[in-house]
């Protein structure tokens, strides 16, 4: 069975540090892989997604940036982080080819900017 | 207009009561859906997907859809305190990497 996992669970950074969120996934090859972001009253904002090793869609501009430098591994990056990157992200994956996209997501890590 | 429209609640009903909870789309486009349940600081789940109108069954939960209203239903029978949660619709065109999702409905199911 295939398992996602996120880490770390919770982090509390000052502004203009940098941050790295890192998201595995287990038991599939070759995942289509996301970021989200989830505030409060705005539901689920997509980020980032790629189809494949190196290959990075970004669906907003901001100061986050994603890798993914093996099959099963995705990282958001920040260089300075804002008050407003404050928030909860979400990695998730979806069976490539599978035509409905259904997508299963990780824990999630809680991410507050002081 | 939003492409998926989902009332945020909140939602308060006694355990026990069948629960409604719907989403409106306006993109004719989509073509399968998805209903996802969140506890509180956890991750979505998915419960149910569907691709075509009509209804489905998965124990307590029936999704149902309705194409050409543009409008798709998660009902729950016998809800339990443990439901308690915010339930996301999801949709896609299929085949395109992307979920539109609404912005969920908080449910409290009272003991």
């Known amino acids: 069975s295939q398992t996602i996992h996120q880490w770390p669970a919770t982090l509390v950074q000052p502004v203009g540090s940098p941050l790295s969120l890192e998201c595995t996934v287990e038991?599939?090859?070759?995942?289509?892989l996301y970021w989200y972001r989830q505030a409060a009253g705005r539901g689920l904002q997509l980020l980032f997604y790629s189809v494949g090793i190196g290959q990075i869609s970004s669906e907003v501009p901001q100061n986050l940036s994603a890798s993914r430098p093996q099959d099963r591994q995705f990282i958001l990056s920040s260089k300075k982080l804002l008050l407003s990157d404050s928030g909860f992200y979400l990695c998730?994956?979806?069976?490539?080819?599978?035509?409905?996209?259904?997508?299963?997501f990780g824990p999630g890590t809680r991410l507050t900017v002081l | 207009q939003k492409e998926v429209e989902q009332d945020p609640g909140p939602l308060s009903v006694p355990e026990g009561a069948i629960v409604s909870l719907n989403c409106t789309y306006s993109?004719?486009?989509?073509?399968?859906f998805m209903w996802y349940r969140q506890y509180s600081r956890k991750g979505p789940e998915l419960l149910m997907y569907t691709y075509s109108s009509g209804n489905k069954e998965d124990g307590r939960f029936t999704a149902q859809v309705d194409k050409s209203s543009k409008y798709i239903s998660l009902f729950i029978r016998d809800s339990q305190p443990s439901d308690s949660a915010t339930y996301l619709c999801a949709m896609s065109r299929g085949s395109n990497y992307k979920l539109t999702f609404g912005k969920g409905t908080l449910l409290t199911v009272n003991p």
């Open positions: 998730a994956w979806s069976v490539p080819g599978y035509s409905t996209d259904t997508q299963y």
């Open positions: 993109n004719s486009a989509f073509q399968y």
């Open positions: 038991g599939t090859s070759n995942p289509n």
